[in-house]
């Protein structure tokens, strides 16, 4: 009988901590300065529910940097169901992750200032040593050019990353993460041409998987 009351309340407080994240990414994007109580009354509760799961706002914008690592590890999930090829591999990551940047690129402009440039750096830690191993990959199958070493590349590809994670932030960018993935590839050597095509075949293979249960 207990459990049966508990789960409800869980439920409740995830609901409520999902509702504040969602909030707080919509107030911090309209408003840089936006207080605590806005966040609360943006997400439709009261301002103790805020502070029962962000006790303050430091502790809230660090909710959001977590919420963006959580979303990155989500996506490098997907690799091992990825396909046999690395440059298809890295257009269909590429398009997957492209979401979360848009989603959290409020990070880029006023938590960057607050957190720190490293901490922003920090979200694409996890995603370092499976897209070197992809690299090396490519590079060994010829697909990839050879003209810098993998960890290099990937380097580069990061900071190409928020680059575009930024532009998408002031509009210039308003795509669904073809630019991205094009770039990436780019990046990597694929000639242009062919990196239009396999990101074209990127989109093919995401459109025809089966649906998320409950998406």
Do not use: C, K
Not at 2 to 26: D, T
Not at 122 to 151: H, K, M, N
Not at 186 to 192: N, Q, R, Y
């Amino acid at each position: 009988m207990g459990n049966e009351s508990v789960r409800p309340r869980r439920r409740q407080a995830r609901a409520n901590r999902s509702r504040i994240i969602e909030a707080a990414i919509s107030e911090f994007a309209r408003n840089p300065d936006a207080s605590m109580d806005d966040v609360a009354r943006a997400a439709g509760v009261v301002r103790r529910t805020v502070y029962g799961h962000f006790p303050s706002r430091d502790a809230l914008i660090e909710g959001l940097v977590d919420e963006a690592s959580s979303a990155l590890l989500a996506v490098l999930d997907e690799l091992p169901t990825m396909p046999d090829r690395p440059d298809l591999t890295t257009a269909v990551m590429a398009l997957l992750s492209w979401p979360i940047g848009d989603r959290f690129r409020v990070l880029l402009t006023f938590a960057r200032a607050e957190i720190g440039e490293d901490r922003i750096r920090d979200l694409l830690v996890p995603a370092r040593a499976p897209s070197i191993a992809l690299v090396e990959r490519g590079q060994a199958d010829g697909v990839f050019s050879t003209y810098l070493p993998a960890s290099v590349l990937v380097a580069m590809t990061e900071a190409v990353t928020l680059a575009l994670f930024e532009e998408a932030n002031h509009g210039t960018i308003a795509d669904d993460g073809d630019s991205f993935a094009l770039a990436s590839l780019v990046l990597l050597g694929v000639e242009a041409g062919r990196a239009a095509d396999v990101v074209a075949e990127a989109w093919d293979l995401l459109r025809a998987r089966p649906a998320t249960p409950g998406a």
